[in-house]
């Protein structure tokens, strides 16, 4: 088969090497401005959604005060405001600590669930986000720089920084602009060391501290402990790109010369989807553990908690409390602190996931005219209805690559 083109049949070698990225056709290029005008107009829906209105309903007044607190908001035990012995970073983690202090400890149970259901989905969109990093078409980019967004967002949030990254990487990403399976077939690959390692560098950056930062206190963490891992967390984009880096670049050097080697370049096209594939089932899994358990929770009717002691701590929430923010237009209702996180987090997933998607719609459009369609739209909603939006720009990501492969074989039969 043509897939394994043996680099001693010149013909077939030669028919590998043709396969450039062609210009982007007029439909491609008029679907790029579109998503482009999308992703500003997200954009700035952000920055209004997270500036103006958290300005203007208590929030950033209510955390001022609480940072300028004597005590620590959440347990009023001792305020630990030393973390490094760097002032100016000390100084700028204690900014944090309480927000999260009071999300992962003294929220009420609506804005509680919301952020174990965000903890599977932030965690799978970020992935996802370090993944598209780590292909050979993004090398040199912005999109390879994904440590520096990361923590960008960390600081300003997701509703205005992801759209803006998409953005930038949708005008400017050798990816955004390809047209076809052949142009892509190059650009989309991913190392399969850095497939094999992205699992851990999760764990250990993301997963292991939010974990550690939602342990109870006092039973388990101690009152310097908690603050420790809440401020630990804020840096899991730095952790995540260091880990990477450091464990692919030792296992590629002692991989280095061994192993097979693919000489085609439609057999390492289908190698990578095999080295993938694994990745994106454990991202959707997470999806739907995380959602499918807090929707549950929401929608449970009164009857099983009566009957099951647990369900029944959650008996006051409901779909509309943990997931619906209140109409974001002036007046402005001046919120409690808790309310005032939860309103504002729930519009960082709920922008950053449709930026997310809309940017997914590209790359899908790209591979071929007939990947994108109503029914691709749909099936993304019900993916979003069972797995949330993460799992759904999973589902998309997969079913790009996915596209990709089964044109590259479908052409090859053609040629054989």
């Given at each position: ?30 679907f790029r401005s579109r998503t482009a005008l999308v992703l500003g107009a997200l954009t700035l829906s952000g920055a209004y959604l997270h500036f103006y209105q958290s300005a203007n309903n208590g929030l950033f007044e209510s955390l001022g005060e609480l940072v300028q607190a004597e005590t ?232 099983p908690m009566e009957i099951f002691p647990i369900a029944g701590t959650y008996r006051s929430v409901s779909f509309a409390s943990v997931f619906l923010p209140p109409v974001p237009l002036p007046p402005f209702e001046t919120v409690s602190v808790v309310r005032g996180i939860h309103i504002f ?72």
């Amino acid at each position: 088969m043509s897939i394994m083109t043996d680099a001693v049949t010149p013909r077939k070698r030669a028919k590998s090497v043709t396969f450039a990225t062609p210009p982007p056709s007029r439909e491609n290029t008029a679907f790029r401005s579109r998503t482009a005008l999308v992703l500003g107009a997200l954009t700035l829906s952000g920055a209004y959604l997270h500036f103006y209105q958290s300005a203007n309903n208590g929030l950033f007044e209510s955390l001022g005060e609480l940072v300028q607190a004597e005590t620590f908001p959440v347990s009023n035990g001792e305020f630990k405001r030393v973390f490094t012995g760097i002032k100016p970073l000390d100084t700028y983690l204690a900014n944090f600590t309480p927000f999260f202090g009071i999300l992962t400890h003294k929220g009420d149970d609506s804005s509680y669930l919301f952020w174990l259901w965000m903890i599977g989905q932030l965690g799978v969109q970020w992935i996802m986000f370090v993944m598209e990093s780590l292909r050979e078409g993004n090398k040199g980019s912005l999109a390879s720089y994904i440590g520096l967004v990361g923590f960008i967002f960390q600081n300003f949030g997701l509703a205005t920084v992801i759209p803006a990254f998409l953005l930038i990487t949708t005008l400017t990403s050798t990816i955004s602009r390809a047209s076809s399976p052949t142009g892509l077939m190059n650009l989309i690959k991913v190392h399969g060391i850095d497939l094999n390692i992205l699992p851990f560098s999760f764990f250990l950056a993301y997963f292991l501290p939010t974990v550690c930062m939602m342990l109870p206190y006092p039973a388990i963490n101690s009152h310097s402990s908690w603050q420790g891992w809440i401020a630990t967390w804020q840096f899991f984009p730095l952790y995540t790109v260091a880990f990477q880096w450091l464990l692919a670049s030792f296992f590629k050097a002692v991989d280095q010369g061994k192993g097979l080697k693919l000489k085609s370049d439609e057999g390492k096209m289908i190698a990578y989807f095999w080295h993938a594939r694994p990745l994106y089932i454990g991202a959707l899994f997470i999806c739907a553990v995380f959602h499918v358990n807090v929707l549950v929770v929401c929608l449970l009717p009164e009857w099983p908690m009566e009957i099951f002691p647990i369900a029944g701590t959650y008996r006051s929430v409901s779909f509309a409390s943990v997931f619906l923010p209140p109409v974001p237009l002036p007046p402005f209702e001046t919120v409690s602190v808790v309310r005032g996180i939860h309103i504002f987090l729930i519009w960082d997933m709920l922008v950053s996931s449709v930026a997310a998607l809309v940017w997914a719609a590209l790359q899908t459009r790209n591979v071929s005219s007939r990947t994108f369609s109503a029914k691709w739209v749909l099936k993304m909603i019900g993916f979003t209805i069972i797995t949330g939006p993460s799992g759904a720009f999973v589902m998309a990501m997969w079913e790009r690559d996915s596209a990709v492969a089964e044109l590259l074989i479908e052409q090859a039969m053609k040629d054989k």
